[in-house]
């Protein structure tokens, strides 16, 4: 804290003094002026007495109050997304120490007034295991916070499925390449899906029982169209086990 007295008047220079104290923490200089860091809260009337180069004296009675310190608050923002596909993940709820909220259909979550300091961020949905991030406030906003989420297997462990390009060309191949998913579980119900690196789905796929244990994907979307180039994302649903991995097509 810091302020100067001020005296109208007689003949300068002044000289100040405080015949009753300052608030805990506070000085006053000759020249008037008042500063330091008050280590109590509330209100105290001091008088202060001026004197100028002829001795003429006044006095003043002025109160200080010292209210406690407000803290800054800032925000954590960011996205809960799929680990394996990147696909945003809409109503997660998202939680830290006496705050939660729920993620928007564009799976952002916004935690507001935070004072500075470090924070366990965790978010949890439904079909995915909860993650716990560590966030800390210095001065600022903290933006960009990405929380990845792990789909829980309802099966029995994993797919035993193996990923081969049906031609000689090797993966990554190209995109007139067929892409065979082999040694699929003949006797449960099959669901796959594709999807881009950033998250979009390419196509779902529900072979139901697939008794032949293979299907061959033609590297067409699910509007018929064949697909670019690039890295893609592949979930296979077995009965509630789940398989996943990534194919480079160019």
Same mark, same amino acid.
């Not at 002044?14 to 008037?32: E, I, Q, R, V």
């Not at 003043?60 to 394996?84: E, F, H, M, R, W």
């Not at 990405?146 to 462990?157: A, D, E, K, M, Q």
């Not at 697939?210 to 077995?238: E, F, M, P, Q, R």
């Given at each position: ?76 923002? #960011?996205?809960?997304?799929? $680990? !394996? *596909?990147?696909?945003?993940?809409? &109503?997660?709820?998202?939680?830290? +120490?006496?705050?939660? @909220? ?24 439904? #079909?995915?295991?909860?993650? $716990? !991030? *560590?966030?800390?406030?210095?001065? &600022?906003?903290?933006?960009?916070? +990405?929380?990845?989420? @792990? ?100």
């Amino acid at each position: 804290y810091s302020a100067t007295l001020t005296a109208t008047g007689g003949t300068a220079p002044y000289s100040w003094t405080n015949t009753t104290a300052l608030p805990a923490g506070l000085t006053l200089s000759a020249a008037g002026a008042i500063s330091g860091t008050p280590t109590a809260v509330g209100s105290t009337t001091t008088t202060f007495r001026v004197t100028d180069s002829l001795s003429a004296v006044a006095t003043k009675d002025l109160c200080i109050t010292v209210q406690s310190a407000t803290s800054p608050k800032y925000k954590i923002t #960011g996205n809960v997304k799929d $680990t !394996i *596909t990147s696909v945003v993940i809409p &109503g997660a709820t998202v939680m830290t +120490t006496g705050v939660s @909220t729920t993620t928007s259909a564009s799976g952002y979550y916004e935690i507001p007034n935070l004072s500075p300091g470090t924070y366990q961020v965790c978010a949890v949905a439904s #079909g995915y295991q909860s993650s $716990t !991030i *560590t966030v800390t406030i210095v001065s &600022g906003n903290i933006t960009g916070r +990405t929380i990845s989420l @792990t789909p829980v297997s309802t099966g029995n462990g994993d797919a035993d499925v193996d990923v081969i390009i049906a031609v000689p060309a090797p993966n990554p191949g190209t995109v007139e390449d067929k892409v065979t998913f082999m040694k699929l579980p003949s006797d449960k119900e099959i669901t796959i899906s594709i999807y881009t690196i950033a998250g979009n789905k390419v196509l779902e796929k529900n072979l139901g029982v697939c008794g032949t244990g293979n299907w061959l994907w033609d590297c067409l979307n699910k509007d018929g169209n064949k697909i670019s180039s690039g890295l893609y994302t592949y979930v296979i649903n077995a009965g509630g086990a789940i398989k996943k991995g990534k194919i480079a097509i160019k």
